[in-house]
């Protein structure tokens, strides 16, 4: 039996994405990765591109880039929000309505993080690689970044997400609607590709009879949307 590799793991000691107060210290390096697991480390293998300017008010992107020895890589953007806690409100975001879906483009594995505010206070939930979301808001900062409202007091930043299902290689795109059809009272896994696997699995579970949009089939699965495969065992579709 020979186990797939996994992609390299990095894993930062605090928050992947902060906001903090202009002139407060901030560490590149704190953060560990992984060969595949905690016992291998690859912390002294990573490159970062970036810097961060803690004395000047500003939005700051650092990329962190790791391979291990499979050859396998994972490349992880930071965001770090400086601003000044007394400064004025001119840099507050325009708001406006937006009725759509939005699906997260990131890193297979990953997600992006939910935030309070738009570039505001950074919360513990996070939205998977490859999901879909329903947004309600926009808002428009007048440097042209870009925040979604994905719920009440939870934005993600735009940059992260796109407005088609984000695809696998080799699947058949589909258009259609698929209902969970498996044992009254119980529900199948949901899995990040196209094989049941327990390091596949994305903890999540759909019920029997609920409804769901689907996008594609590969190999024997059906795909919901990014990193959401469901086997067509359990799925009676339906094409549009």
């Known amino acids: 039996l020979i186990k797939q590799p996994n992609y390299p793991i990095i894993e ?3 928050n992947q994405d902060m ?3 202009v002139g407060t210290p901030f560490n590149l390096y704190d953060f560990k990765a992984y060969q595949d697991s905690a016992t291998n480390l690859l912390t002294n293998r990573v490159s970062i591109s970036g810097s961060v300017n803690t004395s000047k008010v500003g939005t700051y992107e650092l990329t962190y880039s790791v391979v ?3 050859n396998l890589k994972t490349t992880l953007i930071r965001t770090i929000n400086v601003v000044d806690p007394n400064g004025s409100s001119n840099n507050k975001p325009t708001i406006t309505s937006l009725e759509t879906v939005g699906y997260v ?3 297979a594995g990953y997600g992006i993080r939910v935030w309070s505010t738009p570039g505001g206070n950074g919360s513990n939930q996070y939205l998977p690689h490859g999901t879909a ?3 309600d808001q926009k808002a428009t900062f007048k440097d042209g970044s870009i925040w979604y409202r994905v719920g009440k007091d939870q934005w993600v930043d ?6 088609t299902p ?3 290689p080799g699947m058949k795109e589909l258009k259609g609607v698929g209902t969970i059809n498996y044992v009254q009272g119980y529900s199948v896994n949901v899995y990040r590709g196209a094989e049941a696997s327990g390091e596949n699995w994305t903890g999540n579970q759909l019920k029997h009879g609920t409804k769901w949009r689907v996008y594609g089939e590969k190999d024997g699965f059906y795909n919901l949307g990014g990193d959401q495969w469901v086997s067509t065992k359990y799925i009676s ?3 549009d």
Request: hydrophobic share 35%; glycine share 4%.
């Open 68 to 70: 291990n020895k499979y």
């Open 166 to 168: 984000v695809s696998s």
């Open 237 to 239: 579709f339906q094409k």
């Open 158 to 163: 735009g940059s992260y997400i796109k407005f």
């Open 133 to 135: 979301w329903k947004i």
């Open 12 to 14: 930062f000691n605090t």
């Open 105 to 107: 483009k990131y890193v």
């Open 19 to 21: 906001t903090i107060n």
